[in-house]
């Protein structure tokens, strides 16, 4: 994980905000129930398995830039209003609810087409708002035919022959064209809802995922410290080179890990308390500047309020 060129880590601000962890209650894993956006415990656990690979497998890059302007992927659907990653695991709930396509039969996931895809994620007022759905189409039919062809359909199957080898689990993950990221971000989401659920127990920790909701919130507590340009791209919401983006990546996990050393709480709680207090870390308007709401963030006492960086703007399929 190299970096240093154009991002560092703060380890006196990273040293207090693990002091600040260490004093929370400890937090439980996040078990994803909720059956808005996920199956049941009733519908089966292959059932449920199927569901977090098809969903994690086009869960990346929530965001798009139109003729220079920002947008984030939101908007009502199935009568709530939903944004980013719960916007999509919305739209595959009530797909398969109604049966409009059988997104967790592999073989038909290997043949979908871009007509299809929009009628997923059309909001109710008939817009798309899901950004890139051409790399998540070539996403789901990788992964259609490869279940298909490897594992008789099903990632339930894929997930029994690990044994509970988080390392197994990382090698086959690999083979799909959605999980084949070197900092294994999706797969890590994949691995800690499916633990999550109690799909599955795995014999090392997990890490977190390095999603750019994370890494932003990193980078406002001022554990990531970058130079003038890159900042710049940040702060002004430019899109980032591949290897300035990889080294951000790099930095900021390299941060959770030393992060987990020194409280000895696992990577996929870090996760969901990171994950979670996004909501209080708003790219705009975040709640430390609304008088009244800032107790709502986890982390209002050792962040640095750093909130002229917004979330680095990557063209990736990985984040």
Known sequence: MEFGQRVNIDYSVLGEVCKQIAGMEKPEPFDWRDSAHFPDD????????????????????YWSLDAGKWQYCHGKKGGTDERGAYFMWRSLRLCD??????????????????????????????????????ER?????????????????????????????LFRFIQYSRQFRAFDDPLCKMTMVNAIMHQGRGLVEFDEPLLPAMDYELLKQQMRMGILVLT????????DKQILQSDEARELRNAGLR???????????????IDNIWWFNRVA?????????IKGEEHKCKFLNVCHKRIEYKIPLEVTRYY
């Open 228 to 235: 003038e340009n890159l900042k710049k791209k940040i702060v």
């Open 281 to 289: 870390c708003r790219t705009d308007n975040p709640v430390c500047q």
């Open 42 to 61: 009733n519908e089966g656990l292959t059932k449920v398995s199927q569901y977090f690979a098809v969903g994690n497998a086009i869960n990346f890059r």
């Open 255 to 269: 941060a959770f890990i030393t992060m987990i050393k020194k409280t000895g709480i696992g990577g996929h709680l």
């Open 137 to 165: 189409i070539k996403n789901w039919r990788d992964l259609g035919n490869k279940l298909y062809e490897y594992w008789s359909g099903e990632f339930y199957n894929l997930l029994k022959q690990t044994k509970g080898s």
């Open 97 to 134: 609810e109604k049966g409009s396509f059988p997104i967790l039969d592999a073989s038909k996931l290997a043949q979908i087409t871009s007509s299809q895809i929009k009628r997923i994620f059309m909001d109710d007022d008939g817009s798309i708002t899901m950004p890139d759905l051409q």
